[in-house]
């Protein structure tokens, strides 16, 4: 009981970290991603005092000069163009947040467990998109529980109401989607990559339960999320080798597993399409474009739609194009593509030294995790989709790597991490 106690416990840690919100009885613009920073800072303290904080790694550094780079750029567009607006001009007190923060959750997993891997990441952040994914149920269909959510939680519950779209604590809309789409990423790498993971079928059936639970109801959370949902798909069908004449026997065994959890989640849904009116409705919105498929024998749907007859809204002038227009905020140029916006914010320039920030990020990891570097491959990929979609970025997933400790540092031989 004790080590179930500290578990969830750890798991509402975690979640408050990728998951962000508000409590309403705490002073507004105070959330839980901010107070898990404030914690990591007391943590990075303590260890520093007591000289078991490492040397700060030299690609965490230099991740970190981009970032204030970026931050400067956008500080020197909305002074050229005379606006006040400093939506990325504060970029590099995000980045340091997040660290400090996701230092925070490696301070107290590391606590209970001794040191953090990418599979004890992965199990944390896979249970708790699940857990948000049926909150996000009982908050649709249990009243009660909906007001005492809403009275103790700051998140726009209003306008999610208005719009009629699923919510977690913390977990809704486009930002929802990304972090279920990088943990259904980090799911289907650790079901292949990992040794002991494949010859545990309780793991296997955990995990893939857990990566069809984030894919079904995630997307009736966001459609978002169907970016990381094919790209973890894919990786299985590639990572099983179906052209193969030899297949390995836990191989075979995973594809069995995959057919039964996928046919039992199939039949489950199908049942609920057909019998419960507000499961129909969230289904025909989280796969609308597959149903339009059958239907109507085109894949379409109404945001895609409007994303490329409305949304694709570019600078004017030549000026515009390099340094920006210095606006963001407000939702100003009607339009929620990720390179229009940055670009009409920052430039060309402030755009390409965002973009070389993940592409670092995911290089640095490549290199350091290198039976991973896949994953991180596909997740800088991940970043670079999702823009033609919305405006976000996924530093807070990296910020997580970078405090983590993995005995796959040491997998290339003779790679040696570099300190200042």
């Known amino acids: 009981m004790k080590?179930?106690?500290?578990?969830?416990?750890?798991?509402?840690?975690?979640?408050?970290?990728?998951?962000?919100?508000?409590?309403?009885?705490?002073?507004?613009?105070?959330?839980?991603?901010?107070?898990?920073a404030a914690i990591g800072v007391c943590f990075i303290t303590y260890h520093w005092t007591q000289a078991k904080l490492p040397a700060?790694?030299?690609?965490?550094?230099?991740?970190?000069?981009?970032?204030?780079?970026?931050?400067?750029?956008?500080?020197?567009?909305?002074?050229?163009?005379?606006?006040?607006?400093?939506?990325?001009?504060?970029?590099?007190?995000?980045?340091?947040t997040w660290l400090a923060g996701a230092y925070a959750v490696y301070g107290f997993l590391s606590a209970f467990y001794g040191k953090v891997t990418f599979k004890l990441l992965t199990f944390y952040l896979a249970g708790v998109c699940t857990v948000q994914c049926i909150l996000a149920i009982l908050i649709d269909r249990i009243p009660v529980f909906k007001s005492v959510v809403d009275t103790y939680v700051i998140q726009g519950q209003a306008f999610f109401d208005e719009v009629n779209r699923l919510y977690g604590i913390g977990a809704a809309l486009d930002p929802a989607g990304v972090r279920f789409g990088i943990v259904l990423l980090m799911i289907a790498f650790l079901l292949f990559k990992d040794a002991e993971i494949r010859s545990n079928k309780k793991r296997i059936l955990t995990l893939l339960s857990a990566f069809f639970i984030i894919a079904i109801i995630g997307n009736m959370i966001s459609r978002t999320t169907?970016?990381?949902?094919?790209?973890?798909?894919?990786?299985?069908?590639?990572?099983?080798?179906?052209?193969?004449?030899?297949?390995?026997?836990?191989?075979?065994?995973?594809?069995?597993?995959?057919?039964?959890?996928?046919?039992?989640?199939?039949?489950?849904?199908?049942?609920?399409?057909?019998?419960?009116?507000?499961?129909?409705?969230?289904?025909?919105?989280?796969?609308?474009?597959?149903?339009?498929?059958?239907?109507?024998?085109?894949?379409?749907?109404?945001?895609?739609?409007?994303?490329?007859?409305?949304?694709?809204?570019?600078?004017?002038?030549t000026r515009s194009w390099i340094i920006?227009?210095?606006?963001?905020?407000?939702?100003?140029?009607?339009?929620?593509?990720?390179?229009?916006?940055?670009?009409?914010?920052?430039g060309l320039v402030g755009f390409s030294v965002f973009a070389l920030f993940f592409v670092y990020n995911s290089y640095v990891f490549a290199k350091r995790l290198y039976e991973y570097r896949l994953f991180f491959l596909a997740l800088g990929a991940l970043s670079f989709i999702i823009w033609l979609k919305v405006a976000t970025d996924l530093f807070l997933i990296y910020a997580l790597f970078y405090c983590m400790d993995d005995d796959q540092l040491a997998t290339v031989p003779n790679l040696k991490e570099e300190t200042l």
């Open 226 to 317: 169907s970016v990381g949902m094919v790209m973890g798909l894919a990786y299985m069908m590639y990572s099983m080798h179906l052209f193969r004449v030899q297949v390995k026997k836990e191989l075979i065994n995973m594809w069995g597993i995959l057919l039964v959890v996928a046919g039992v989640f199939v039949v489950v849904a199908t049942y609920f399409y057909y019998q419960d009116p507000q499961t129909y409705d969230s289904l025909r919105f989280a796969f609308e474009g597959f149903f339009n498929w059958i239907e109507k024998g085109e894949w379409t749907t109404g945001s895609t739609e409007k994303l490329q007859t409305e949304m694709w809204i570019w600078p004017t002038d």
């Open 56 to 96: 700060c790694p030299k690609d965490l550094f230099w991740a970190g000069v981009i970032a204030i780079v970026f931050s400067v750029w956008c500080f020197i567009s909305i002074n050229y163009n005379y606006t006040n607006d400093t939506s990325y001009v504060t970029y590099f007190v995000s980045f340091f």
């Open 3 to 36: 080590r179930f106690l500290i578990i969830f416990s750890l798991g509402i840690i975690v979640s408050f970290y990728f998951f962000p919100f508000e409590f309403s009885f705490l002073p507004r613009g105070l959330n839980t991603k901010m107070i898990l």
């Open 324 to 346: 920006g227009t210095g606006l963001f905020g407000s939702f100003v140029y009607s339009t929620d593509i990720g390179y229009c916006r940055f670009i009409l914010y920052c």
